[in-house]
């Protein structure tokens, strides 16, 4: 970790949780690559709305990429190595993806993070995910890489209690934030994404998040 200066570590780096670090502006080198990889994947496996284990449909749309992908269904939330719309294995994690989550990884201090699994989350105006912890993964020992493309969105960290106090921050397009460690089990959500229009990507939000699920 770098030294705190008014709270804003230097090189665009901020402190959110023991762990946890955003790095601003992290993904803009990438970006072009990286949104070619994401037209590639949504080709082979389209965004969906997904049904909770409660019968709830979600606001959020998602699909995946790499080795195994996050669904839920009325069954329940889990990794899956196929597709259930398809029955065809995931789209093979774009090289750009890796390159850049393994990077940001490396920036943040878990310089052997090699992610098998990419949730990629769709947010059109009004969509929201409420407060959670993901616990899916099968060690909790490597972190999670966030990157977000699109519109802006208020992001809500809280703590290992769902009731503690949750921080909010704003995540802009090209923003990538690390969680590991004692963060690494920290309830977090998205508010409502608020109406708008981004250059790139249009009325959305785009939110890639690499795991090491197996
Ligand atoms: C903190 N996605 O996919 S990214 C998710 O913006 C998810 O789409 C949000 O929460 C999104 O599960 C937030 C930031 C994030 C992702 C995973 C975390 C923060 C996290 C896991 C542990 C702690
Ligand atoms: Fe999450």
């Not at 705190?4 to 570590?9: P, S």
């Not at 019968?55 to 069954?75: F, K, L, P, Q």
């Amino acid at each position: 970790m770098t030294d705190l200066f008014d709270g804003i570590e230097r090189g665009g780096r901020e402190p959110m949780g023991e762990g946890a670090a955003l790095l601003r502006g992290f993904a803009l080198a990438f970006e072009d690559e990286v949104l070619a990889g994401l037209d590639a994947v949504v080709a082979q496996a389209p965004f969906r709305h997904m049904v909770t284990p409660g019968g709830y449909t979600m606001s959020v749309a998602m699909t995946n990429c790499g080795a195994a992908g996050w669904v839920t269904d009325r069954s329940g939330y889990r990794y899956d190595a196929n597709d259930p719309l398809t029955g065809r294995p995931w789209p093979e994690m774009p090289e750009a993806f890796r390159t850049l989550a393994r990077a940001a990884a490396a920036e943040a201090g878990y310089p052997d993070f090699t992610p098998d699994a990419c949730l990629i989350n769709r947010y059109e105006p009004g969509a929201r995910l409420s407060l959670h912890q993901d616990r899916n993964e099968r060690d909790f020992a490597n972190p999670i890489v966030s990157v977000s493309l699109g519109l802006p969105a208020t992001f809500q960290f809280g703590g290992l209690q769902r009731s503690d106090p949750v921080r909010r921050y704003a995540l802009r397009h090209g923003d990538v934030a690390v969680w590991g460690g004692p963060s690494r089990l920290a309830f977090h959500g998205v508010t409502a994404l608020k109406e708008g229009m981004h250059p790139r990507l249009g009325r959305m939000r785009i939110n890639l998040t690499f795991r090491g699920a197996l």
